[in-house]
């Protein structure tokens, strides 16, 4: 049985652990080929997130050190969309650092 | 030859984005009031918009898209919504002034009561739109407003003592009633750095197929356009320096700035400056109303242009069609077209820093802009801009409750 | 690619190049045995109010139902019909294809042309 959740529903909301602590708003979605379509490779959440989705430059300006926290498609529970849940601990989330970020803005 | 008509964009924008009500009232109120020591703010508000028109006219060269609507692709509905919202409500107001505008010259022209020409100033600017084409309008416009440079003539024909007027370009605080003097400071870059102004210019560009090897030539008709705008209100301004100062004529109604052009040119000098009032607000209430259809079409993703047929642009049409009634029936309801000016340039210098602030992004972003990019002065200078126009702000609300009319 | 700064609210265009709106919605179908799938574009009123207020877009909703616009049902497009994610999304379809242009129509066909000089 699939389900269907609408991506703009998803964007800005609150993704908590396990023990109910905040981990960080989804503020963009990773997709890559697949076949002839497209799946989710990961989300990424938290301010930094929002600055690189913004503007790239911006971003830098406010300096290193905000980091965009990475959350795989399979460590994310989205049964409740409103209420999106991590499945594992917060602590073992990849986290992308800046130069990891830069490559990424222009693919 | 092109290239010279390219120019005519870059008039057309300055004639309705500024040689218009606002413009004139406060370039005359300015001159009435303090003689020639406000014309740096003129010359400070013109460059800036020359600016922002050149990198409005440059985004549309290169991406083919619009400011409105590259503002949504690149930031998205929920940042794009407020600025838009805000920017048509300010339209309607300034839409509003303009076409009482039209009426009020008609008026000085006629004797007959400004509210009998709502409704054929209103049809007049419908029909334009609806029938007509960008280049048509463009042309007919910039053409018919060249009759401003009436007021340069006039202030050259004046003999004024130019080594004053070249004090006026420095910077200086009033001697009296500052506050006064810093509101229409502030009144003065409102009415020229009009948003509406820059949405316009960029949505002609891509009207106009303009393409990435037009980039040079979109500098000199930015610079030239506007620079155009500024010559005319300071020509505004001297003459109502030189003729309503000495006078002690404070310059608070249309029938009073009327007066300026008359020891220039006798009994002719008033029917020019209704003829240049009237076709100045036609030009803006041109303008301003394509200009709303504009920003709606381009944010929601629509057909939109004045070059298609209205049937090709249904919803487009049907934007510029109830925004002009809805001026219309404001006007009608006796909304005074001159307070609603000076109360529109207030409002402009409060939205003025969100809606320059994508500049920053989209004249610096590859993707919109390719190689053409903008250099430190452009980022500088946009900077500044938002710095000033939220310091304005700031201070426009007190200033207009303590030293506006 | 990312959906949110590669693909959400920018300009559709068909086959031919005619706009047909702005990316105001994507539709991700959950599965259970892989990580979820880009299903959907979605298009319209509805979708791009609910977005900025839940029963604004429940409104106009309403609104298209009652003119008899395309049901109150948003335009979907499956993203298999994506043929180029730019500057613009490009689409592998004509316009008429879709319910996208359902609002020009309407206005059109009720308001435009019963004016003259319309070009109908």
Redesign the interface.
Known sequence: MSREVRVQDLLGRQVRAANNQSVGRIEEIRVEKHGKGYVVREFHLGAAALLERLSAHVGSWFGRGREVRVVAWDQMDLREPKRPRLLVEAATLARLDEDEADRLRDP | MKNAVRLLLGVVTSIGGFIEAGSISTSAQAGALYGFRLLWAIVLAATCVAFLVEMAGRLAAV?H?TLA?AV??R????F??GPIVAELLLDVLVLTAEIGGVCTALQLLTGRPLRLWVLPAAFLVW?LL??GNFDAIENSVALLGLVTLCFVVAACRLHPSWSDVARGFVPSVADHHATRYAFLAVSICGATISPYLLNFYSSGAVEEKWTEKDCTMNRVVAFFGMGFGAVVSMGVLVTAAMVLQPRGIAADAFSQMALVLTPAFGKWGFYLFAASLGIGCLGAALEVALNMAYLLGQS?????GENL????G??F??VFTLAIGLAAGLVLLGLDPLRLTLFSMALTVLILPVLVLPF??LM??E??VGRHTNGWLGNVVVGLIVVGGFLMALVAIPLQILGGS | MHLVRDVLDKQLLDRDGRKMGKVDGIVLELREDGPPRVAFIENGLPVLLHRLMGTAGDFAALVERRLGIRDGEPVRIPMAKVVEVGIDVRLDLAASETRALAWEEWVGKHLIRRIPGSGA
């Open positions: 991406s898209h609507a949504r692709e930031f998205g509905v929920t794009h919504v029909v609806w029938v929601l993703g629509w057909s939109w047929k209205p049937k090709d249904t919803r049409s049907l920053l992004v610096n972003d993707h919109y």
